[in-house]
């Protein structure tokens, strides 16, 4: 063993490929990162996962779900020499062929609210941070808020942690004219609404919206559309939506394509967010940036560290309704230079890696 230094761009950088199974913004995030390594060293995935959508999840919970019951790491390929860049915490990788690790990390709910989610989640997503602990991993978090929580719980990564925010992508996309989104809107495209965006469970507070909507709907006359398609947990908050469903006050769209979902944004009259929490909420920021779309957030400290200057905060169902009721402004400008200063400081952080125990055979 000898202690050896070398930039990014001599080295290789691994991929656990199971995150191309979330195209929303999870994926579409991770996939932002990696580009931004890319441009400094050489990427390769490491799981050749079916491409299919349902396999490709199905593959990934068997995956987990054997590590689980069998207490055992998953095995990255044998010559591993780079940096091992894991874009989400659901699985545990063994990593004794790799010299770094570089955990992107958005939110750690699976250990603060263990209700919302199933119970193997938090199992697995605990034995991946403390192996992450362990790894002496890079862990990159999305909001100063996500860092304070993981400093709460793994105070041992003080010194390892790091913030990049997510990036609001360019929008450029055809509607497929096949799906839900882009059928819906060629029938009855002449309606006011407001936007939500997100998986169907239980932190994103759809069943509080859904619950209260057609009273807000019969005052401002506004239905809510909401895109995203079903998720665990979401039994009693899918028969919430389709009960709201029946009066027209609620369009649930499950299936929509990026196209048809820009032109929602596009058309919107508001965005907004009901979440419980949010590790950084991906699509308010592109609601914003690209949208320039009045937010209205649900009052969690997520949204207000990002979106202090600009969204509409509520509380209550009361504090709600009384946005809902008045004019709204669009958002202030998002600020790109601070994107680009962390950007920034995260490549030159990649540069500086010291291997300490990295050996060339
Ligand atoms: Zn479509």
């Known amino acids: 063993m ?20 979330h195209k929303a913004g999870i994926g579409i995030d991770n996939e932002w990162v990696v580009g931004l390594i890319a441009k400094y060293s050489k990427v390769k995935t490491v799981y050749s996962i079916p491409k299919g959508m349902a396999l490709n999840m199905m593959f990934r919970r068997i995956r987990n779900l054997y590590t689980l019951l069998f207490r055992c790491s998953i095995r990255t390929p044998r010559k591993v020499k780079g940096i091992f860049y894991q874009p989400q915490l659901t699985s545990v990788i063994a990593g004794k062929n790799v010299t770094r690790w570089v955990v992107r990390v958005h939110d750690i709910f699976p250990i603060t609210n263990p209700e919302w989610f199933r119970p193997w989640a938090t199992k697995i997503f605990w034995r991946s941070m ?49 799906c839900d989104g882009c059928q819906y809107q060629n029938a009855n495209f002449d309606r006011q609404y407001f936007l939500a965006v997100g998986t169907i469970e239980p932190r994103k507070g759809f069943d509080v919206l859904a619950k209260n909507w057609n009273s807000f709907y019969v005052e401002s006359a506004k239905i809510l559309v909401i895109v995203g398609k079903k998720g665990w947990k979401s039994t009693k908050i899918v028969k919430r939506l389709r009960d709201a469903s029946k009066t027209g006050a609620v ?32 699509p308010a920021l592109e609601a914003r940036a690209n949208y320039s779309l009045p937010l209205i957030l649900s009052d969690i400290p997520v ?55 990295y050996s060339e055979n």
């Open 251 to 282: 369009v649930w769209l499950e299936n929509v394509c990026d196209g048809s979902l820009s032109i929602f944004y596009e058309q919107a009259t508001a965005f907004i967010s009901s979440s419980l929490d949010e590790g950084f909420n991906l």
């Open 2 to 21: 000898r202690k050896m230094r070398f930039g990014l761009n001599k080295s290789s950088v691994w991929v656990d490929g199971s995150f191309n199974s």
């Open 130 to 178: 403390v192996a992450a602990v362990r790894q002496n991993a890079l862990i990159v978090c999305s909001s100063s808020t996500t860092k304070a929580a993981i400093l709460k719980n793994f105070p041992a990564l003080e010194n390892n942690i790091f913030v990049l925010s997510c990036f609001p992508r360019d929008l450029f996309m055809l509607k497929c004219e096949r």
């Open 303 to 357: 949204h207000r560290e990002l979106h202090s200057d600009s969204a509409y905060f509520y509380s209550s169902v009361a504090e709600l309704r009384n946005v809902l009721l008045n004019p709204l402004k669009p958002p202030q400008r998002w600020d790109m230079n601070k994107s680009k200063i962390q950007i920034e400081e995260f490549t030159q952080i990649l540069r500086d890696f010291t291997y300490g125990s």
